[in-house]
């Protein structure tokens, strides 16, 4: 007798292969993805030295990439709901991974701004083909840890390598071919992703892998990926909640990931070196939080809690418990203590951040789970 429900459906072996292999490929795309677009904050004071740059010009060259980023997150969620995840991502990550090595060997302001622009439109598609490819492959009662792993990539675990990893690259090959290096890493991933993932509708499921990926979602339309739907999903309050958020939750991080080396340099007078080193130990714990927010969903929902409160719950409690410990680090007495609540409050944004990504693809329904994350 077939089980009644997704909750008592166990992915078969072939499955369960893919899901791993496929987390891993993620994974790997979400580090490339934060080294590339952090080679220029690395490389800052020789870029400025060689190519005569003002500290206006490389704000601008930040800021570049960002708005890039930023307008293009709603046409490339479409795209992957429309035109599929391995296409893509495939696609995308050879554009930023192209646009990084021409990067390496810009002559001028204008042609950094353009490779840093396309950089950011090229990166734009990740997480909404992330949270798509784990949607995709995974019950709503299996998607929460996957997801946090997936997600801690850009998020922690490439916050942790840039500074030492870069830095040393930059030391020993200089900056033009520190970028160019990290440019073919991403040309390296899209060749494996490409040649490895499948969508579903590409492999030959039996009806209990089929029963397996099946779900119900908080948001229901039967339209395919169009205009007409996206409405839909702006009259729903849980997209508005999720944005809402979503909203805060990314402040908090980007202030951490843009702010602690300062931070570490003018406030607690470390020196570049060694803020470099420092810098990384909190997102270490950023990547357990990660960890732990999908661990916590999982739990959850074995305990037969429904599939978007088992996410609530965790996301809601991280956010609370981050701007504690951001409130701590304003009256830290010593260093140490300083880098523990930076420590603590990167363990529980990233708590709330795994988590909500794993959110977006329990929410949404199959034709618009990458619409709602760039969302």
């Not at 997209?239 to 702010?259: E, S």
């Not at 010593?334 to 329990?362: K, M, Q």
Request: proline share 6%; charged share 10%.
């Amino acid at each position: 007798m077939p089980p009644s429900s997704t909750a008592q459906l166990v992915a078969s072996g072939r499955i369960r292969r893919k899901q791993r292999a496929y987390a891993v490929i993620l994974l790997l795309a979400g580090v490339v993805n934060y080294l590339d677009r952090s080679t220029l904050a690395i490389g800052n004071p020789l870029i400025r030295y060689d190519l005569g740059l003002s500290i206006a010009d490389m704000g601008l060259l930040l800021s570049s990439f960002l708005w890039a980023y930023a307008f293009s997150q709603l046409p490339s969620g479409m795209a992957v709901d429309r035109i599929g995840p391995r296409r893509l991502l495939g696609w995308a990550l050879i554009v930023w991974s192209a646009a990084q090595l021409v990067t390496g060997f810009v002559t001028n302001f204008m042609q950094f701004v353009i490779a840093r622009i396309v950089l950011g439109i090229g990166e734009s598609p990740s997480f909404p083909s992330f949270v798509r490819v784990l949607r995709e492959w995974h019950s709503p009662n299996d998607r929460t840890v996957p997801t946090s792993i997936v997600c801690s990539g850009p998020s922690s675990i490439g916050p942790a390598l840039a500074p030492p990893l870069l830095t040393a690259l930059m030391v020993l090959t200089g900056w033009r071919m520190m970028i160019i290096l990290t440019g073919l890493c991403g040309i390296v991933v899209a060749a494996i992703w490409m040649r490895c993932y499948r969508n579903p509708a590409e492999v030959a499921l039996n009806p209990d892998e089929r029963r397996y990926l099946a779900e119900e979602t908080e948001i229901t339309t039967d339209a395919g990926a169009s205009l007409a739907g996206w409405r839909l999903l702006f009259s729903q309050r849980t997209t508005w909640g999720i944005m809402g958020g979503n909203f805060g939750l990314m402040y908090l991080q980007w202030l951490y990931l843009a702010w602690l080396p300062g931070y570490l340099e003018i406030d607690r007078h470390m020196s570049i070196g060694k803020s470099g080193v420092v810098a990384s130990i909190p997102f270490v714990f950023g990547m357990l939080g990660s960890i732990a927010g999908g661990w916590f969903g999982k739990l959850f929902m074995s305990l037969g809690v429904r599939p978007i409160p088992s996410c609530k719950i965790p996301i809601v409690t991280g956010m609370i418990l981050a701007a504690s410990a951001t409130a701590a680090v304003t009256i830290a007495p010593t260093d140490g203590a300083a880098i523990a609540a930076v420590s603590f409050a990167l363990f529980f944004t990233s708590c709330a951040s795994g988590t909500a990504w794993a959110l977006t693809g329990i929410a949404a329904p199959r034709s618009y789970t990458a619409s709602l994350a760039s969302i």
